[in-house]
């Protein structure tokens, strides 16, 4: 065989062993890439997102469209070349498999955890928005989640609201680890409590429950490595009582970060005019009760996402301002905002034509 024959077949047989090598040789990392975009002021499989019933709403026009990211499942295992070929591609983006799933988290634990923060974030985006219009809202703190094979399992039901821990009057839902915390595991910890059905009950008959008990429970220690804490088994969140009717129908969503884009697109139905203008403005963001605005993960391609579908303006949290900088995608306009004011603020100047004081994001920031 020729020298030169010999030599072209030995380079694609190995040509060939490193692209089945490729192939077959998973990576740990996992892919981001730009998820659909809905619009909060429109309708979603053909109802409302926003369903509003027992106040006077007003018409809207324009979108203010929450933004999403897709990921590969916990379970998939992406090899080389998928991975080189998301570094080299501009529209995904490739991270180390932990970054998306830490500490061996399951695809089923990753969607039930997604499920309670995207939960707990349409309630904030309910209260956010209505305090800004100065509609009283009541709030309470809640049991939301009860770990299994811990203290507090068959003690403490999700939904029980907490009013004391240890006679302590709780006002918040970080009170209540700070309480648990003061205690040495294998100590006993006091929750005066409402329980959940007569919760319900109450709010059924519109008036404030009454009935409370106590609820004595051995804590038990950290499996965190290197702590020592008293646990109960519990994460506390908190619980609203609206004076009408907001209902968000909006599924297969995950996470925390549409809460921004709920909460504007509440207060524009609750409002005469236009919030936007008739402009398309998308955003992200979380919120919580008291409207600050907080960073999420992936904006590059929420960005990306949202210009796709035509997205002149991007309500982007300031602390994700310098990242979505960075490679910001021609024709759309990065809008920095740290609460629902300053969105409120941005879109009165988008509306009004007065683009030149937006406040937009830069690579500093």
Sequence with gaps: MPRRTATMLASTLM???LLCAGVFLPVPYAEMSPGPTVNTLGEHDGEPVLQIAGHKTYPTDGHLNMTTVRVTSADYRMNLVEAVYGWLAHDYKIVPHDTLYPDGKTEEQSTQENAEEFSQSQESAKVAALKELDVPVQSW???????KNTPAQGRLHAGDVIKAVD??????PSDVAKLVTRHK??????FTIVPAKEQAAAEKARKPATATKDVTIRTAQSTDSGTKRAIVGISAGTDHTFPFSIDIKLA?????????????????KLTPGSLTGGKFVAGTGTID???KVGPIGGVEMKTVGARERGAQYFLTPADNCAAAAKDTPAGLTLVKVNTIGDALGALADIRSGKTADLPKCTAKG
């Design 252 to 268: 297969d969503v995950g996470g925390p970060s549409a809460g921004l884009m709920f909460a504007l697109g509440i207060y524009d």
């Design 185 to 190: 595991p294998g100590e006993d910890v006091v």
């Design 15 to 17: 040509l060939i062993a």
């Design 167 to 172: 006679g302590t009057a709780v006002k918040q």
């Design 141 to 147: 703190v809640i049991v939301s989640t009860v770990v």
């Design 289 to 291: 009760d008291r409207g």
